[in-house]
């Protein structure tokens, strides 16, 4: 049997495991490779959860060890192995039967998705979790058999043993489509009530339906697969970071607030009455904490909670892969994640990125009005201001910013299309006045819609700006420079999306680096911190936190992807009296940031290393790479969005019992 370094040696129970192309029986033994080169005997305890999908990069297979330990063994593809079911319900999973199968005879379990009848003769697909496969049942063959497949509903449980045999109707859209099984046995593990919906890939069921019977919307691939790919990218998340030594470190959820700009949610402590806890916004101080204590280099893929406002598509929990280092510099920070992102994407998509480009916040703001800009296209903002003003045309000549782009070959724009992107700019939600634009006919003649204050010559000169060619169509917004900024630019998407030019597949990282420290916020009348307040300013700048704050940069950076802020991190102040003094600026007495952060400044005092890190939004990563935006569809149980999971039916209220022992009591509901 297997020697040192050979590869793991099961000693296999009744549980079966198949390498590759042979099966071996219940009894029997089989050796898998081994990725740590140990020579370990183990006994399956549990059984075998096989893993095993065509594009998957690596199988995992997790067992209970003698012990209760549990180890994991890699199977790549090319190695010759893969690994399959305990025998004990079936030899096969519903997705993996092929024409190399037939004349075998298999046991396959899973749910009826639809029953088809025909005179003399009945077709069930039958689903599970790695596909669809057809049974098949015929009067002329087993009439007895068919007379039991004619009583099952859909989503019905069953257990089936036949014959594979070649279809004479391929499937081509089905992987499994070139066989069916010519049903000799059938079970029914357990009925099933009608389902509210049709678990199909195309659903009738809406939303808010298919939230509150979540784990029938899970049996439907499209939902399935959003999980699968989850749990493809966690992985490769984590054996990226563990090779690079980073430790998974768990800190509380019970904590004291973290500033990390949202609101808390609390959580009564029955203990200590009338004193609350906070879940954490993020695990932010505890990593600098991990920090001072010698750790390293931290990691966790970890749950966050902000009671936040439910713009669309945001959750009140939510998943950060969260990370620091210590003795990094930013330098070190952007090559170890980027890396992280070249991995997952090479892990995921096959696919290779080349360099990942870096761009200061204020050149980001001011070629594409945006701090998180999609560069998978061109577009970019030409400033015009100075061109244009002065020539009576009273929209320029009052405006503190006039900007455009060219939309490139969209010249042929009709008026209708051009009229609906004016709308578009008008919406409340932007709320410019109007939109210009020019184009260029194929003689290179511009025309605009502001012949009345600019002749041919002028138009010229803005076609130059904007190297505007024949074909070309320039758009201009003017205004106050925020407005008109963040105008142009949803402009700039909004188009970008409509010619086609968003392509979900394509993946365009960048680093958005040099953020301003400090935010000024006129209704409070006072500073934020643009990152969280335990971010460094450049150290050239600090002398400038005495009298220009508003211009220190910061030592923050974001990582952006396809025009989504995927992560974002700084490089952490870790001396005490910059610390406090950061608080100052905040508007925090020392009393206060004593009360609040002491234990984090206390810590400063006993040797703390420099330090930085960076948390990625895991949900929205996930999303990306499965081509959409949509965090929800990749989250297995979300909320809705007035923040409510439908199918627990929570938040609820608490007895009075409960109440009681919490020492609370409640106010009148303002909303009822
Ligand atoms: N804790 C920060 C956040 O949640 C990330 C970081 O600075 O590492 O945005």
């Known amino acids: 049997?297997?020697?040192?370094?050979?590869?793991?040696?099961?000693?296999?129970g009744r549980d079966v495991v198949q390498p590759f192309g042979q099966v071996v029986a219940a009894g029997d033994d089989a050796v898998l490779p081994d990725h740590d080169g140990s020579d370990r005997n183990l006994v399956l305890v549990h059984g075998l959860d096989g893993f095993v999908e065509g594009e998957a990069h690596e199988a995992h297979v997790v067992f209970g060890g003698h012990g209760g330990e549990r180890h994991g063994v890699k199977i790549r593809p090319g190695s010759g192995r893969r690994v399959t079911f305990a025998a004990m319900f079936r030899s096969h999973t519903c997705g993996e039967l092929r024409l190399d199968h037939v004349g075998q005879t298999v046991t396959l379990a899973g749910w009826v998705q639809r029953r088809r009848d025909f005179g003399g003769m009945s077709f069930v697909d039958l689903r599970d979790r790695y596909g669809i496969t057809q049974l098949s049942f015929n009067e002329l063959v087993d009439a007895d058999r068919l007379a039991e497949a004619r009583k099952l509903q859909r989503e019905f449980v069953v257990q089936a043993v036949g014959v594979v045999v070649e279809r004479e109707n391929k499937n081509p859209n089905l992987a499994t489509g070139d066989v069916e099984i010519k049903v000799q046995q059938l079970t029914v593990l357990n009925a099933a009530a009608t389902p509210p919906f049709t678990i199909e890939d195309e659903?009738?069921?809406?939303?808010?339906?298919?939230?509150?019977?979540?784990?029938?919307?899970?049996?439907?691939?499209?939902v399935r697969n959003n999980l699968l790919l989850r749990h493809r990218i966690n992985r490769s998340v984590r054996s990226y970071l563990d090779t690079l030594g980073f430790v998974d470190v768990e800190t509380p959820f019970l904590i004291k607030s973290t500033p990390e700009g949202a609101r808390d949610f609390v959580v009564p402590s029955r203990l200590n009455p009338n004193q609350f806890y906070a879940l954490p916004q993020s695990p932010q101080t505890f990593k600098q904490l991990l920090m001072v204590a010698g750790m390293d280099r931290y990691y966790q893929v970890v749950r966050c909670f902000r009671d936040e406002d439910l713009r669309a598509d945001r959750q009140p929990e939510f998943t950060q892969i969260?990370?620091?280092?210590?003795?990094?510099?930013?330098?070190?920070?952007?090559?170890?994640?980027e890396g992280l992102v070249r991995h997952v994407l090479r892990e995921v998509h096959g696919v290779e990125l080349n360099e990942v480009p870096r761009m200061t916040y204020a050149e980001a703001m001011r070629r594409y009005g945006n701090d998180k800009p999609d560069i998978r296209f061109g577009m970019e903002f030409v400033e015009l201001t100075d061109r244009v003003q002065g020539q009576g045309f009273p929209v320029f000549d009052q405006a503190e910013l006039v900007v455009g782009f060219n939309a490139k070959g969209c010249g042929s724009f009709t008026r209708k299309q051009l009229d609906a992107l004016t709308e578009y700019v008008k919406r409340p939600q932007l709320g410019m006045s109007g939109l210009i634009w020019m184009r260029v006919d194929e003689h290179g003649i511009p025309t605009s819609s502001v012949n009345k204050f600019f002749d041919e010559t002028a138009l010229r000169g803005w076609s130059e700006a904007l190297d505007a060619e024949p074909g070309d169509l320039v758009l201009v917004l003017a205004g106050g420079a925020n407005k008109t900024r963040k105008a142009l630019s949803e402009l700039r998407l909004h188009l970008g999306q409509e010619l086609g030019l968003r392509k979900p597949f394509e993946f365009a990282p960048l680093w958005v680096v040099d953020f301003p420290l400090l935010e000024w916020d006129e209704e409070s009348g006072r500073w934020f911190a643009m990152h969280h307040p335990f971010t460094s300013p450049k150290p050239e700048d600090i002398p400038l936190l005495e009298t220009d704050p508003g211009a220190v940069r910061a030592n923050a950076y974001d990582i952006v992807l396809n025009g989504?802020?995927?992560?974002?991190?700084?490089?952490?102040?870790?001396d005490r009296a910059l610390q406090a003094r950061m608080f100052e600026l905040l508007g925090f007495s020392p009393e206060e940031a004593q009360a609040q952060f002491g234990f984090l400044m206390n810590a400063f005092e006993y040797g703390a290393p420099p330090h930085g890190g960076i948390a990625f939004g895991f949900d929205r990563l996930v999303a990306l790479m499965g081509g959409d935006e949509v965090i929800r569809d990749y989250i297995a149980f979300p909320k809705n969005n007035a923040g409510r999971d439908v199918m627990i039916d929570a938040p609820s209220p608490i007895a009075e019992a409960q109440m009681e022992e919490l020492n609370l009591l409640l106010r009148p509901n303002p909303k009822a």
């Open 203 to 222: 659903t009738d069921g809406g939303e808010e339906l298919r939230m509150k019977y979540r784990y029938l919307d899970i049996r439907r691939a499209p």
């Open 564 to 574: 989504n802020e995927i992560g974002g991190g700084s490089i952490r102040i870790h």
């Open 1 to 12: 049997m297997a020697g040192r370094g050979d590869g793991l040696h099961f000693g296999v």
């Open 322 to 337: 969260d990370c620091e280092m210590a003795f990094v510099e930013q330098e070190d920070i952007l090559n170890t994640f």
